[in-house]
C-alpha cells in the first residue's frame, strides 16, 4: 500500500504476539491482561481485561490472535496491577523486568546422590537430589538403565548390599536428563583408616643442620609405601621412596641430613590404597635476613578476595549470595587462596613492596566468615584456603623466596559462636534444622544451599562438628544430612525442623550461660559501652563471643597456636581489635610472641573516628586507656605519655587516618601538621602504620566509602604516606583506583561483595587484564614511591622535625643518625609551588624526583614542586631515583 509505514513487510504473515506473566505470591490468582492499541489491527477489551493461562509455577499466558504489538497491563482484578506495558515480541514478565526467554526455565536434571558412592563398612541410606526443586526422579538398583517407566524416588533409598544406583531426571517441561550412575560397595572389613606419619624432628626454625627421621605406622598387617621430595614439588607413585614394608608396629626410616631450607613432602599409600600427604617444614640457618620492620612497605589484602588459584576449593557463605539473573549464585565468598597468592606474589613485588599482611587464614565458621575474623580453631589453617600444592606453609616459603614478609592477623579477643573445637561448646541447635516462616524443610533454594542450610560441601551439612558438643548433637553431626529426623530441643521441649522455630536457638547466644572458663558472660556491645571500660568484657556481635582473655587455659591456647605459626616462618603479627582487650592483658600475649621470637614486630587496631587522644587535650570523649596511644606506652598515668616507655607494640595510625575526611579527600594538608605534632605521645611514632584505606571504612563520606576523592589527590596522599614517619601500608586495588567510592564493606540489608571495597580482585590479574593494571597511573606512582623509600634510610626510621604545613602544602626534615642520612621534604596538593625550608644542614642536595641538585650554605633550601608531587631533598644523595610518571615528576 502507498503513502504507508510497516513494522514488518506488508507480505510477510504476521507472527501474534505471546507474553507471560509471573504472579507474584502477594497477588490473587485470577490474572487478567487489560489491552488496547493493538497492532496491526486496532483491538481493545474492557477493564479488568481477559483471563491469562496458568502454565504452572506461578506463570500465565495470554496469545494475541492477530496482533504483533500491543499496549497492556496486568492485574489480579482487585487493586494489584503492573505499569502500563508494551511489546511487540514474545517476552516474559518477571519483577518489573522483560526477558526473551523464561528466566526460570528449568534447567536439564542433574542428580545427586548423598552420600556419594563409594565403599562403606555398613548399609547406606540413599537421599537423591537435583537442580530444579520440582524434578522427578527415576532410579534403578538392579543394574538396568532408568527410564521414566522405572521407579519414582520418593524417599531415601537403602543400599545394604554392593549395589549400581542408576538414575535420570524429568524437569518441569519433560525434559530428560542424562543417567547418572553411583557405585555403592558394602564391606564390613573395609579399611578407611589413612597411614600416619610422624617425625623427630617437629617442622620450625634451626639454627644448625637437623638429622630427622620419618616413622610411619598403619592399623593393618599390609605394605606400606611412604614416596618424598625434598624440592618442594608434590610427591608422587612414580617417585623416590623412602620406606617401604609392614608399619603395624611402626616403620622409621633413616635421618635426612638438612642444612639448608627445605621442605620435606610425602605421600604415604597403605594397601587398601588410603592415601596420607604430608608436609614437613624446616628453616635452617638465618634463612630471612631480620630487618628493622620500619624499613618495609605493606601490602594489605583479603585472601579470599585476591586471587583464585584453585576454584574447587571456592566456598560460598550462607549470607550475602549474589545471584546472577538466571538464579544462580555465583562470586564465591571464599574465591581467592594461597594458590592464587602464590601465583601473584610477583606482581606484589614488581609493585614494590616487600610484606603482605594477610586476613586471619585460621579456621573460621560463621554466616559470613570469608575475611577470617570468626575464628573456630586457632591451631588449623581454614582448608578453604589451602591446596595440596600450595598449603599455607607453600605460601610463607615463596614469600621469603622472593624477600617479602609475612604478616599474619591475628584474633585474641573473640572466637565464633560454635565456640573453639576440642576446647569449649556454645550451645546451638543445628542449623540444617532451621526453617523460616513461610518456607518448608527440604524446599529451601538458596544457592548452593539447596533444601536446608548447613554446610553443603560436608556429607552430613553439619558446620559445627565441635568435638566436645552433647551428645545429643553429636549424633546429628555424622547423620540427617536432610534435617528431616525430628530433634527435641532440650532447651525448650520443642521439636524440629518447624517452621519459623526460634531463630536466636540456632544463631543467638546465651551470654548468661557461657562457659566462664572461657568467655565472659557480661552482655553484648550497646550505646554508651562503645566508649567506655565495658567495651573489654562484653561481646561485639553474635558471632563474635567475648573471650576471657586473662584466664591461663585462654591464654596457653591462644599463645602456643600463634608460636607455631611463628615457627613456620610469619614474620610479623597484626593484632585485631586491640581496645576490646585491656592493655596489660594484650601485653602479656605480644611479649610471649615475642620472647618466643625476638625479632618480631607486633602491631595492632585501634579504630577511633576522631583525633584519638583520650584524656589528653580534651578533644576526645573516651578515657585513654582504651585509645591507640596507650597501647604504646608502659605508664600507669592515662593523662601523662611519659608515665611509661615503649611498650614494644605498635598500632595503626587511625588519629592520622581520621583527618582525611576533611583534607586529603578535599584536595588538602589541612590538620595533619597538627596531628603530627603530638607523636610524642605515643611510644614510636616511627613504627606507626599508616594508610589513606582499609577492609572497614573509608576515608570518604563519614569514613564509610573507598576514596572518591580525584586521582591526583591520592597520589598526593601517598607522596605524603611514604615520606612522613610510620610504615605506610596499601590495601588492595588503591594502586588502580579498585572499586572507588564504593562502601568498603557491605551497608544495605541487600548488598553482596561485589559492590562493595571487598569486591574480587582477580578479575584485573589475569593475563590480558594485568598489563592494564600495571600500567595504571596510580600502579606506577606508589612503584616509585617504594623504590624512593627503600633507598632513603631516613624516610624509613627517622622522626620528624620542622614540620610546616599550610594546607596545599608541606614541608618536614628527617634525620636517621644511624646511617647518616638526612633529607628535606615538600609537598604539595593542589598547584605547583616554591618551598622553603630554614635551618637545615649545609652541603649538597639531590632531589630523588627530578634529580636536581642544590648546594646550600646559608642553612637554608628553595625548591620548586610540581602540583601533587614532592620534592625529596636528600643530603649528598644520588640523586633521581626512578622513573618520572603522571604525578611523581
Known amino acids: 500500500m502507498q503513502d504507508s509505514w510497516y513494522d514488518r513487510h506488508p507480505d510477510t504473515e504476521a507472527t501474534p504476539l505471546v507474553v507471560h506473566f509471573k504472579r507474584p505470591a502477594s497477588w490473587e490468582k485470577n490474572i487478567n491482561i487489560y489491552y488496547w492499541e493493538t497492532r496491526p489491527s486496532s483491538q481493545s477489551v474492557s477493564w479488568p481485561g481477559v483471563a491469562m493461562t496458568a502454565e504452572g509455577n506461578d506463570w500465565y499466558r495470554y496469545e494475541f490472535a492477530e496482533a504483533e504489538t500491543a499496549k497492556f497491563l496486568i492485574n489480579d482484578g482487585s487493586w494489584r496491577q503492573t505499569k502500563d506495558l508494551t511489546r511487540s515480541r514474545e517476552g516474559w514478565y518477571l519483577k518489573d523486568s522483560w526477558s526473551d526467554q523464561n528466566p526460570q526455565r528449568p534447567a536439564l536434571p542433574v542428580i545427586i546422590a548423598t552420600p556419594k558412592g563409594a565403599t562403606y563398612q555398613q548399609s547406606q541410606l540413599i537421599t537423591l537430589s537435583s537442580n530444579n526443586d520440582d524434578d522427578a526422579i527415576y532410579y534403578t538398583t538392579d543394574g538396568s538403565q532408568p527410564t521414566v517407566n522405572s521407579t519414582l524416588y520418593e524417599q531415601p533409598i537403602s543400599i545394604e548390599a554392593n549395589t549400581t544406583l542408576r538414575c535420570l531426571g524429568r524437569n518441569a517441561l519433560g525434559e530428560i536428563g542424562a543417567i547418572f550412575e553411583f557405585i555403592y560397595t558394602i564391606d564390613p572389613n573395609a579399611d578407611f583408616r589413612k597411614p600416619r606419619i610422624t617425625t623427630s624432628v617437629n617442622s620450625g626454625t634451626y639454627l644448625e643442620a637437623i638429622a630427622p627421621t620419618f616413622t610411619i605406622k598403619d592399623d593393618r598387617e599390609a605394605a606400606v609405601v611412604a614416596y618424598y621430595t625434598n624440592d618442594g614439588t608434590e610427591p608422587t607413585r612414580n617417585g623416590n621412596i623412602y620406606i617401604r614394608g609392614n608399619a603395624i608396629n611402626g616403620l622409621t626410616g633413616p635421618k635426612m641430613i638438612l642444612d639448608k631450607t627445605t621442605n620435606v613432602r610425602f605421600l604415604v599409600i597403605d594397601g587398601a590404597g588410603n592415601e596420607t600427604y604430608a608436609d614437613f617444614y624446616y628453616n635452617v640457618g638465618d634463612n630471612v635476613e ?24 571456592n566456598f560460598f557463605c550462607r549470607d550475602r549470595i549474589k545471584f546472577n539473573n538466571r538464579g544462580e ?7 581467592g587462596d594461597f594458590k592464587g597468592l602464590i601465583q601473584k606474589l610477583d606482581y606484589i613485588k614488581d609493585l614494590g613492596f616487600t610484606a603482605i599482611w594477610i586476613t586471619p587464614p585460621v579456621e573460621n565458621r560463621s554466616g559470613l566468615d570469608y575475611h577470617g575474623y570468626h575464628a573456630y580453631d586457632w591451631t588449623q589453617i581454614d582448608a578453604r584456603l589451602e591446596s595440596p600444592d600450595a598449603t599455607y606453609q607453600d605460601l610463607i616459603n615463596e614469600a621469603h623466596a622472593r624477600g617479602l614478609k609475612i604478616i599474619q592477623d591475628v584474633v585474641v579477643n573473640h572466637s565464633c559462636q560454635y565456640g573453639i573445637r576440642g576446647k569449649v561448646w556454645i550451645d546451638h541447635l543445628p542449623v540444617k534444622y532451621y526453617v523460616p516462616h513461610g518456607l518448608q524443610q527440604g524446599r529451601i533454594k538458596y544457592g548452593p544451599y539447596k533444601g536446608n542450610l548447613g554446610n553443603y560441601q560436608s556429607e552430613f551439612r553439619e558446620d559445627n562438628d565441635n568435638p566436645v558438643a552433647p551428645d545429643w548433637f553429636k549424633e546429628r553431626q555424622t547423620s540427617d544430612p536432610e534435617g528431616m529426623v525430628p530433634l527435641v530441643d532440650p532447651v525448650s521441649g520443642e521439636t524440629v525442623p518447624k517452621e519459623g522455630y526460634n531463630p536466636n536457638r540456632f544463631f543467638g547466644i546465651d551470654a548468661n550461660n557461657l562457659d566462664p572458663n572461657w568467655y565472659h558472660q557480661d552482655g553484648f556491645m550497646s550505646g554508651g559501652d562503645w566508649e567506655s571500660v565495658a567495651i573489654q568484657t562484653k561481646h561485639l556481635a553474635g558471632d563474635t563471643i567475648d573471650l576471657a582473655t586473662r584466664r591461663d587455659n585462654v591464654k596457653d591456647y591462644l599463645i602456643n597456636a600463634i608460636c607455631q605459626y611463628l615457627d613456620m616462618g610469619v614474620d610479623a603479627l597484626r593484632i585485631d581489635t586491640v581496645k576490646h582487650v585491656e592493655r596489660n592483658n594484650l601485653l602479656e600475649y605480644i611479649d610471649a610472641w615475642k620472647a618466643h621470637k625476638p625479632s618480631l614486630f607486633v602491631f595492632g587496631e585501634n579504630l577511633v573516628k576522631g583525633t584519638g587522644w583520650g584524656d589528653l587535650f580534651g578533644d576526645d570523649n573516651a578515657p585513654s586507656f582504651l585509645r591507640p596511644w596507650w597501647y604504646t606506652r608502659l605508664g600507669d598515668d592515662p593523662k601523662d605519655p611519659h608515665s611509661g616507655g615503649d611498650s614494644g607494640f605498635s598500632v595503626l595510625d587511625f588519629s592520622l587516618f581520621s583527618t582525611f575526611r576533611d583534607n586529603l579527600s578535599r584536595g588538602s594538608f589541612n590538620g595533619i601538621g ?4 603530638n607523636d610524642w605521645v605515643y611510644g ?14 573509608g576515608p570518604d563520606n563519614d569514613f564509610r566509602d573507598r576514596f572518591r576523592g580525584n586521582t591526583e589527590w591520592a597520589a598526593a596522599a601517598y607522596n605524603l604516606l611514604w615520606t612522613i614517619r610510620g610504615i605506610p601500608c596499601l590495601y588492595y586495588g588503591e594502586e588502580i583506583e579498585f572499586m572507588k567510592g564504593k562502601p568498603q564493606d557491605i551497608m544495605g540489608n541487600d548488598d553482596t561483595l561485589d559492590q562493595t571495597g571487598r569486591a574480587y580482585f582477580g578479575d584485573h590479574l589475569e593475563d590480558d587484564t594485568i598489563q592494564k593494571t600495571q600500567s595504571h597511573p596510580l600502579y606506577q606512582h606508589i612503584k616509585r614511591l617504594n623504590i624512593i623509600r627503600s633507598r632513603i634510610p631516613a624516610l624509613q626510621k627517622a622522626p620528624m622535625s620542622q614540620v610546616n604545613e599550610w594546607g596545599s602544602g608541606m614541608s618536614f626534615v628527617r634525620e636517621d643518625q644511624g646511617s647518616n642520612s638526612y633529607v628535606v621534604v615538600g609537598l604539595t596538593i593542589g598547584g605547583q609551588q616554591q618551598i622553603t625550608i630554614n635551618d637545615v644542614h649545609n652541603g649538597t642536595y639531590r632531589d630523588a624526583v627530578t634529580g636536581n641538585s642544590i648546594d646550600v650554605n646559608s642553612n637554608s633550601i628553595s625548591f620548586d614542586v610540581k602540583a601533587n608531587s614532592a620534592g625529596i631533598y636528600v643530603l649528598n644523595g644520588e640523586g633521581k631515583i626512578g622513573e618520572d610518571g603522571v604525578y611523581l615528576c
Do not use: C, K, M
Not at 329 to 335: G, K
Open 329 to 335: 549464585a555465583e562470586d564465591p565468598h571464599w574465591r
Open 290 to 313: 631480620a630487618r628493622d620492620f620500619r624499613e618495609e612497605t605493606i601490602y594489605f589484602l583479603l585472601t579470599t578476595r585476591f586471587y583464585d588459584g584453585d576454584p574447587s576449593n
Open 674 to 677: 597538627a596531628i603530627l605534632a
Open 684 to 697: 614510636d611514632a616511627t613504627t606507626l602504620v599508616t594508610f589513606l584505606q582499609n577492609h572497614d571504612v
